[in-house]
């Protein structure tokens, strides 16, 4: 079972400048249609200026994709969520190819199991998981996983292709210590979101996350979803996540972890840049 987090990193001197990642971010979606521009200016006044942008269709991928050329600092993944799997097709599965060789992806996915709400047929579901999870090995790109109700069978496929990847993050993790440890054995890196600031539903994640070392953690706000409940005064007049959102995440993580902020950001920043070189 792989042990705790540990403090093995350098201190952060009084004058550096505290940077963060947010390695989950939906910037491609509608809710930032408006102030695109002024959501990423947001990001960076925050120390927010490592971005990995989602892509969970073909036309997303696209998307981010081009937002990363144009903006320093943003990258992007390309694939196919479990919701859409559906359409999984020889196509489709060209044109992830392509999107796949372009500089700026750093990820393979978003791609897993979505066994909640069952968008997909199950079995078209495993099949899109298993097509990706083999063009991720043939890219020697990372993966970036969604798994929801859906640990039993993700594992084993999971499993299966997990050597021929350079690496793995279980994005946006809510699961049970069984699950956040099964993943830590396969050398997975664990996402956490503004779920761990809900004092409701985020309470298990909150009593997980001291177990999870420090060379395997992130973070993400999963923007525009998942708004942390414990925003201080009136929340956002949108009501909508974004990533300047990140450092309050983070100073939840750090209180949880009996950690320094700074250090919790330097890590995670370390990791980010790491896995998705």
């Known amino acids: 079972m792989t042990e705790p987090h540990n403090e093995t990193h350098s201190k952060t001197t009084p004058d550096s400048p505290i940077q963060w990642a947010d390695i989950g971010v939906n910037l491609t979606d509608k809710q930032f249609h408006d102030d695109r521009d002024a959501v990423i200016d947001r990001a960076r006044a925050a120390g927010v200026d490592w971005q990995l942008l989602t892509g969970t269709n073909v036309e997303e991928s696209r998307q981010a994709i081009e ?4 903006n320093e600092g943003l990258f992007a993944t390309a694939g196919l969520h479990p919701h859409s799997a559906r359409f999984y097709c020889e196509s489709l599965e060209r044109d992830l190819r392509h999107l796949l060789a372009q500089p700026p992806v750093k990820a393979a996915g ?7 709400r ?4 199950r079995p078209d579901q495993e099949r899109a998981f298993e097509a990706q999870l083999a063009m991720a090995a043939e890219y020697n790109l ?13 594992l084993p496929i999971l499993k299966a292709h997990r050597d021929a990847i350079p690496g793995a993050v279980v994005h946006c993790f809510t699961g049970s210590r069984e699950a956040l440890f099964h993943y830590l054995d396969l050398d997975c890196h664990i996402g956490i979101t503004g779920w761990i600031c809900d004092e409701r539903r985020g309470k298990p994640l909150a009593e997980l996350v001291h177990n999870i070392p420090d060379t395997r953690l992130l973070l993400e706000t ?3 979803y998942l708004l942390p409940r414990d925003l201080p005064g009136a929340p956002p007049k949108k009501r909508r996540n974004e990533p300047a959102l990140l450092p309050w995440i983070g100073q939840r993580v750090a209180q949880l972890r009996q950690q320094p902020v700074a250090t919790v950001a330097r890590l995670t920043y370390t990791n980010a840049t790491t896995l998705f070189s």
């Open 142 to 154: 990372p993966v970036f996983l969604h798994e929801r109700d859906a640990h039993e069978r993700f």
């Open 118 to 121: 069952d968008f997909s047929p």
């Open 67 to 70: 937002l990363a050329q144009a």
């Open 110 to 116: 978003e791609m897993g199991l979505d066994f909640n």
């Open 222 to 224: 999963d923007a525009p």
